[in-house]
């Protein structure tokens, strides 16, 4: 007990995942050095292939990051100045950030106090002439209510386009995240479920005609090399990132598992040590196939911030996604939203923990975490008393 009282637990670990790949991943960079194709190429072709056979699809564009993912999925659709496409407000910045950029409105709705996804049931109130697509963000690793928003999506002809920047290989009705709307966007942030080693994005589609667009799009609208048919910019793949990240790609869905049995490991010790008032676990839908890029828990009681910190000085990792819904960003303040607006979210930003999560999380790993969550919770009890 002594010895696992002063085990540093990181949010994330990425170096013990890379020293189980050392070798094939610095013979995958080498190749790439020595090749001399380190901007696309074939690597990146090759990425592309295999990401759009594993979402279910068939197309797959690379890209520099997951913002850069949104922006060309909104900009394959003509969506600009005088459209609004509607987001939840908590999430992420670069899902109103790509909106923004644009020239078009996001419009936010609120999100469902359980899985803390878009709630589908607010999006029809939402929905003007003026709105052009629905971007429903896959958060933490669990996919949104898709049904719902795909008939109201038929109904006002609207497109939908996915955040899957946490949820690679998440699933609803058996169907992958990528595969649910029209333009599905990934990110390959290095914390990600499949990450790079820097940024890296992707974007997945069945139209052909999109794909060829954002292929055009991401190296400065180019087709044919130096004549611009679209006002592009450059959001081009690395391929020393590519080839890294077509290493990890058959270990990802080991690497999910290994989350969702980490996952079951907390939910375990929540109920073996009685947190189920003080800390309320994440919920998993039916027909959803959770990959956890996050564990994320409720603190009750406004504890929240204090028990932060208290695990950050005892080497513990934590951190809170998102403390600021969107529609109070200082940047988006001329969208005229107010503190009051978005009541679940803005709720919601008050109390979610995301507690570490990785694939080789160590059960003794998840004692310490929650062992000292339970020393600091009941300790602050009996002073209250």
């Not at 380190?38 to 197309?59: F, T």
């Not at 309320?280 to 039916?286: C, G, S």
Request: aromatic share 8%.
């Amino acid at each position: 007990m002594t010895a696992m009282r002063g085990l540093t637990v990181p949010l994330c670990d990425l170096q013990t995942q890379y020293r189980q790949l050392q070798t094939d991943i610095e013979q995958a960079v080498l190749q790439v050095l020595s090749s001399g194709q380190v901007i696309l190429g074939p690597e990146v072709a090759q990425l592309e292939a295999e990401v759009a056979h594993y979402c279910g699809v068939g197309h797959a564009v690379g890209c520099a990051s997951g913002s850069d993912a949104l922006s060309l999925a909104i900009h394959a659709l003509d969506i600009g100045p005088g459209d609004e496409v509607i987001v939840p407000t908590f999430t992420f910045f670069a899902s109103a950030g790509a909106v923004c950029r644009a020239g078009a409105r996001p419009v936010f709705v609120d999100i469902d106090p359980v899985t803390w996804n878009l709630d589908p049931h607010q999006l029809e109130s939402r929905i003007t002439t003026r709105t052009r697509a629905i971007m429903p963000v896959h958060l933490f690793g669990q996919c949104v209510e898709m049904e719902p928003v795909w008939h109201l999506a038929e109904k006002h002809r609207l497109w939908i386009i996915e955040d899957g920047a946490q949820a690679l290989g998440a699933e609803y009705q058996g169907k992958r995240v990528g595969s649910l709307g029209n333009i599905g966007c990934f990110s390959f942030y290095p914390s990600k479920n499949l990450g790079a080693f820097g940024d890296g994005g992707m974007v997945v589609t069945n139209d052909p005609e999109w794909a060829t667009k954002m292929n055009a799009l991401r190296v400065h609208g180019m087709e044919v090399r130096y004549h611009h048919r679209y006002l592009g910019w450059n959001a081009r793949l690395d391929a020393i990132q590519a080839a890294i990240l077509r290493v990890k790609l058959p270990y990802l869905d080991r690497w999910s598992e290994a989350r969702q049995q980490a996952a079951k490991r907390y939910d375990a010790l929540l109920e073996e040590y009685r947190l189920g008032d003080e800390l309320l676990r994440p919920v998993v839908w039916t027909q959803r196939r959770h990959v956890f890029n996050q564990y994320v828990v409720r603190v009750m009681g406004g504890q929240r911030d204090a028990l932060m910190q208290h695990l950050k000085k005892e080497q513990i990792g934590c951190e809170v996604y998102y403390p600021i819904p969107l529609h109070l960003q200082p940047a988006l303040s001329y969208l005229g939203y107010q503190r009051g607006d978005f009541p679940v979210s803005e709720h919601a930003a008050q109390e979610v923990l995301a507690l570490p999560m990785f694939p080789e999380l160590t059960m003794d790993q998840q004692r310490r975490v929650l062992q000292t969550c339970v020393n600091f919770l009941r300790s602050r009890t009996r002073l209250a008393a």
